[in-house]
């Protein structure tokens, strides 16, 4: 057992979102019980992650994607009123961390994805994008086949660009608005969870690779990052729950 505390003091110091301008409230969203022996962790505190916590017998869910989102509807009713009860319910501590999670530089979902997708050397190229290098050139097509496979998602690939790919740019979740930073860079291909309809002209005119790898795909390993550390801090138990989502 570990004080629920004690784990959200170390989340902060680990995470430190007093640094960063969000778009909902990061760490303790919702209060259950003080002391924690289990944690589930997962991409977004949906009703099917909720409810497979309830049946891992967890005190807290750590997730990236929580609620009270800036510019959702404030009433606590339906679907928010559903899931809010059956954490309530079951005196489960709902942890979210948004932006901080992103950009950790040991835990965070940018610098977990390079290690999953074997790119070298990540590191921050401005904002929340990052980027680093292919251990030998790839051509982009066998590069998308390696995103589905790591991934186990088959990616969304657009762009002319260059005939190998060696230097690359990313950021996870919905960041396709952020292809400006690797074209300013002259990186050779950019990575993010989701496009927009745009981004493909943005692709193909500017001469850069695009991969689509799945919002829910790309940020499934800040999550479990941080919830093996928490284990391994505390002496929690800890177990990540894939609730799987194609977008």
């Known amino acids: 057992m570990a004080s629920r505390n004690e784990i959200l003091r170390t989340l902060n110091d680990w995470l430190a979102p007093q640094d960063f301008k969000d778009y909902c409230p990061n760490g303790l969203q919702v209060e259950g019980a003080e002391e924690v022996s289990t944690i589930v962790s997962g991409v977004t505190a949906s009703r099917a992650l909720v409810d497979a916590a309830i049946e891992a017998d967890a005190d ?44 950790h530089p040991e835990y965070g979902n940018n610098r977990q994805l390079a290690d999953v997708l074997g790119i070298l050397n990540p590191r921050p190229l401005g904002g929340l994008v990052w980027q680093g290098e292919l251990s030998a050139p790839m051509e982009p097509r066998a590069f998308a086949e390696l995103i589905g496979e790591r991934l186990a998602r088959a990616p969304l690939w657009v762009g002319d660009g260059s005939a190998e790919i060696s230097r690359v740019g990313w950021c996870t979740g919905a960041a396709q608005g952020f292809i400006g930073s690797a074209l300013e860079a002259g990186l050779d291909a950019y990575i993010s969870g989701e496009i927009s309809e745009p981004t493909t002209h943005t692709a193909r005119e500017c001469g850069i690779h695009y991969y689509a790898a799945g919002h829910h795909a790309t940020e499934r390993y800040g999550v479990q990052a941080l919830g093996r ?19």
Request: glycine content about 6%; hydrophobic content about 40%; overall charge negative.
């Open 60 to 103: 807290m869910i750590l997730v990236h994607h929580g609620y009270f989102w800036k510019g959702e509807d404030q009433a606590i009713r339906g679907m928010k009123r559903d899931r809010i009860k059956r954490l309530l319910d079951h005196d489960i501590n709902l942890v979210a961390y948004h932006l901080p999670l992103d950009d």
């Open 229 to 247: 550390a928490l284990e391994q801090a505390f002496g929690v138990s800890h177990r990540f729950i894939d609730c799987d989502n194609p977008v």
